[in-house]
């Protein structure tokens, strides 16, 4: 199957502070990306699609000023969790569709923790 | 709304035994079905894909289709302890544009 990376896979950070989360399509060229939250023991909610070279598309209820999702190429997608709060500590999960269908690889997953 | 459910379980089998996992969605218009596995703090990996009503077999996975009856299945023959983990069910939205999650079915194989 294709290959998603996602860095980092562990963050920890102060309140009120940013941080970014890559993930790349490391052997396919992906339009679209689409972006997960899930809390433990919890299904997958998805936050957002992520096409390249236009905006994001977010969820019902997802604030877009405060998770800045970015597809600049078509390999790589960027969220930023703005400003996070310990409410924002969760496992973010991004994954890439495949350009021959609708197949989503994912990534390893990045586990955020605010203090 | 569209809707994939699933039995959160647990499932649990013997090793050795089939085990069997269901799923129901809402969309008539979905064209493409999937079966991920998903280890406790991990991400989900895909396990399955099924397009055509009817069986597909890989390895000890079979998985099957019956749109008329909008039901998804994944058979796992010779259950092994590694098999544990959480099997999401995904559906395509009528676009092909998103997938629909189920919440999981959590399998237990004790040895």
């Known amino acids: 199957g294709a290959v998603v990376s996602q860095h980092p896979s562990r963050v920890i950070c102060k309140s009120g502070t940013s941080v970014k989360i890559e993930c790349r399509s490391l052997?396919?060229?992906?339009?679209?990306m689409f972006w997960y939250r899930q809390f433990p023991k919890k299904s997958l909610m998805l936050m957002a699609t992520?096409?390249?070279?236009?905006?994001?598309?977010?969820e019902q209820g997802v604030e877009k000023d405060k998770f800045l999702i970015n597809h600049a190429s078509l390999t790589l997608s960027t969220l930023t969790v703005t400003s996070a709060h310990p409410e924002d500590s969760s496992f973010y999960i991004c994954?890439?569709?495949?350009?021959?269908?609708?197949?989503?690889?994912f990534g390893a997953g990045t586990r955020l923790s605010v203090l | 709304q569209k809707e994939v459910e699933q039995n959160s379980g647990p499932l649990s089998v013997p090793e050795g035994a089939i085990a069997s996992l269901n799923c129901t969605y809402s969309?008539?218009?979905?064209?493409?079905f999937f079966w991920y596995r998903q280890y406790s703090g991990k991400s989900p990996e895909l396990i399955m894909s099924?397009?055509?009503?009817g069986d597909k077999e890989d390895g000890r996975f079979t998985a099957q289709l019956n749109k008329a009856s909008q039901y998804v299945s994944l058979l796992i023959r010779d259950s092994q302890p590694s098999d544990s983990a959480t099997y999401l069910c995904?559906?395509?939205?009528?676009?092909?544009?998103?997938?629909?999650f189920g919440k999981g079915t959590t399998l237990s194989v004790s040895s």
């Open positions: 052997d396919f060229q992906a339009t679209t």
């Open positions: 969309d008539r218009g979905s064209q493409s």
């Open positions: 995904a559906v395509s939205n009528q676009a092909g544009t998103a997938l629909i």
């Open positions: 099924i397009y055509s009503n």
């Open positions: 992520s096409n390249e070279g236009s905006k994001a598309t977010y």
């Open positions: 994954s890439a569709r495949d350009p021959w269908g609708d197949i989503q690889y």
